[in-house]
């Protein structure tokens, strides 16, 4: 009678550890959304950044990694650009104003011109659709890399 | 003794209809990666179908969720336009083309001027991020409902 006891409590342990694995497959699948692409060289770059452009027909529209501590250099776009955060924790700033900490589910416009990087955070990744408007005609324009102090100027 | 058999019993089963819950919620989660907005008139679209325009300077993104035979009439974008389709099963189609299920992760390119519709499939929502190249300048242009016979073309 004991054996069917354990039996039964053996079955149940058993059965209820099986979702916990499908949660964390579910998750995987979501951050693969869409493709990885490649790493970005680091002449723009800091970090791991990998980058998979999905069309490029006037607007630019890129699906962007940023492994932690990863990042953009500054930069601008003269037609403006759209960031669609679909996994992740980052950080985003324009210039001259705070560091604001950005994460799945976050819609950025960035306008015409303005100055900005974004990244992961500095123990999180972060994903991003990029749509870079007008693109073909205004590419972005590309200055001096994030440093340390303002990358870890996080609040 | 038999009803500690049966209070087992109830507990292995209790505890595992736990973990679909928690998948489903999951699931939703997933679908409300971005806002859903509001329901779309029924001028250019037919059934039940949710647009929010994220962004809209020059080129327009928005996200688009069907709901099961929810689609658009006929249209075409003068500047073209990508989707990138976020949760569900769906269709799509190019004129003179055949029907095409569409899904999580897929990306379509919609060249300039090309007269298609997009929509959920016959049992299933279907969310896209739509991005309207060049929308401002030159919108979309729309046509006749999908009918019955198109809509269920699918093989």
Redesign the interface.
Known sequence: ?KK??LA??G??IF??Q???T??YE??TK?E???PKGNKVPNDKFDGNVYQAI??D???R?SNVTFEPKGRTNWHNHP??Q?L?V?DGVGYHQEEGKPLQIIK??D?I?IG?NVKHWHGGSADQSMTH?A?S??HEKNPSQWFEAVSEKEYQAVR
Chains 1, 2 share one sequence.
């Open positions: 009678m069917i006891f039964l409590i079955i149940s059965s209820c099986q979702s916990p499908k949660n579910d998750s979501q693969l959304l869409f999905l069309s027909d006037g607007t529209v037609g403006g759209t669609l679909t799945k589910g819609v416009k015409k659709i749509v408007i007008d």
